[in-house]
């Protein structure tokens, strides 16, 4: 089965340009997680969504950062404009609710989509 | 609230060493625990989990995690390291209320090095 596909894995740009991450989830999966990993903060929850419905953004650092999720297969994280300190690695992660007693909705990272602004 | 507090944030171990990760937890209810492990320029994936019954948990490449309520941690080992063990090691606590993954919190993060 394929994995979560994250799309670009690396990504430089200029400061001000606008950028584009983009994600398909495991096919089946209800959860779609946005994490933005950096050295001086960790790994960072930006924002996650339920059945394509954003649920949570309160990670989402300012108004230059949006997600979509247009349709349970794809799901894209933008910056505008971007700023250096935007530098990390973004992960999407998917996750299924099976509805089982001991669910415990273990989280399928991508490989992570690399970003350098400059 | 939750949280996972990860006592080190970099391990190093001779080849064939025992590996020992320090992860002690909050929560107000019964926890669900794991460890997730990242290879350089890759995502993180699951090592192992603990949700209920026994609290000595085995995970993948010879790993394993024991569940000690009274001392609220959750400390990965492995008897013997190998090279292939470098990695950054996560642990992350989710509350056992919720079926899904949005409550899950990571910890800091420990990076293992393997000295030859």
């Known amino acids: 089965d394929a994995g979560v596909i994250q799309s670009p894995r690396h990504e430089v740009t200029e400061m001000g340009q606008e950028v584009t991450l983009r994600c398909k989830p495991i096919s089946g999966h209800d959860y779609l997680f946005w994490y933005r990993q950096t050295m001086m903060r960790g790994l960072e929850l930006l924002i996650y969504?339920?059945?394509?419905?954003?649920?949570?953004d309160s990670g989402m650092p300012e108004d230059r950062f949006s997600a979509k999720m247009p349709n349970a297969s794809f799901s894209t994280l933008k910056i505008q404009p971007s700023e250096p300190r935007d530098s990390a690695v973004y992960f999407c992660?998917?996750?299924?609710?099976?509805?089982?007693?001991?669910?415990?909705?273990?989280?399928?990272f991508g490989e992570g989509s690399r970003l350098t602004v400059l | 609230a939750q949280s996972v507090t990860q006592l080190g944030s970099h391990v190093s171990v001779s080849e064939g060493a025992l590996v020992l990760l320090r992860c002690n937890y909050s929560?107000?209810?019964?926890?669900?625990l794991f460890w997730y492990v990242q290879y350089p320029n890759q995502g993180l994936q699951l090592l192992l989990k603990y949700t209920t019954g026994a609290t000595l948990v085995k995970g993948i490449n010879g790993f394993e995690a024991e569940f000690k309520k009274s001392e609220t941690s959750f400390h990965l080992t492995k008897p013997s390291a190998h090279m292939s063990d470098a990695a950054e090691y996560f642990c992350?606590?989710?509350?056992?209320?919720?079926?899904?993954?949005?409550?899950?919190?990571f910890g800091s993060g420990t990076r293992l090095s393997i000295r030859p």
């Open positions: 992350a606590v989710s509350d056992s209320r919720y079926s899904s993954a949005s409550k899950i919190i």
């Open positions: 969504f339920n059945n394509n419905v954003p649920i949570d």
């Open positions: 929560s107000s209810v019964p926890p669900y």
């Open positions: 992660a998917s996750s299924a609710t099976s509805g089982r007693a001991l669910d415990t909705g273990e989280l399928f």
